[in-house]
């Protein structure tokens, strides 16, 4: 079985400060984590994925992770935050088969 | 990569009606997946393809929804007797091997009045 949660439903940040969006997962065995996000009455887009290596992962539109085993998160993060970033940010552990998404965080990066 | 296609964009229906929603994964991949998404909340899932083999289905679909995906490559997701709690965003997913991300389309949004 597979769970994860995204304890914060909104996250505000300032333009051009850090943002952190958390999540914490429970997998099975070696886990597959995802980030993706959602536009305004857009579909969702992959962001980032850890599989195996480096905790920090770096995914698109300058986005990174952090993998944390011993706490079971992978928290996203970007140093610089911009008005574009304001979206829906799932994360999302994966099994062999289904993927299992939380119930979102909204930023809102405050101009 | 064409990406992920699904049709129709949006429906209408009344509530008892059946209806189908179709979803053309990219070509070479394998995976497909379905999921429902209703305002406010992640994408719940409801079914996972591998190649024409429906290998997982969710306990919370009922016994009204059924999917297919007959050749391996398109997919239907077939609702019957609609219900007022049917309505949302239906999504389709399709991914290569295990591990690879998912490709979202961009959804078919149901209306059940």
Known sequence: AQSV????DQVN???????????????SGNPYLFWYVQYPNRGLQF?????????????????????????????????????SDSALYFCAPGGYQKVT??????????? | DTGVSQNPRHKITKRGQNVTFRCDPIS????????RQTLGQGPEFLTYFQNEAQLEKS?????????ERPKGSFSTLEIQRTE????AMYLCASSTVEGS?????????????
């Open chain 1, 5 to 8: 949660a995204q304890p914060e």
């Open chain 1, 13 to 27: 940040v300032a333009e051009g400060n850090p943002l952190t969006v958390k999540c914490t997962y429970s997998v």
């Open chain 1, 47 to 83: 962001l980032l994925k850890y599989i195996t290596g480096d905790n920090l992962v770096k995914g698109s539109y300058g986005f990174e992770a952090e993998f944390n085993k011993s706490q079971t998160s992978f928290h996203l993060k970007k140093p610089s935050a911009l008005v």
């Open chain 1, 101 to 111: 998404f939380g119930t979102g965080t909204k930023l809102q990066v405050i101009p």
């Open chain 2, 28 to 35: 070479e991949h394998n995976r497909l997946y379905w999921y």
């Open chain 2, 59 to 67: 306990r919370l679909l009922s016994d009204r929804f059924s999917a």
């Open chain 2, 84 to 87: 007022q709690g049917d309505s």
């Open chain 2, 101 to 113: 991300p998912l490709h979202f389309g961009n959804g078919t949004r149901l209306t059940v009045t």
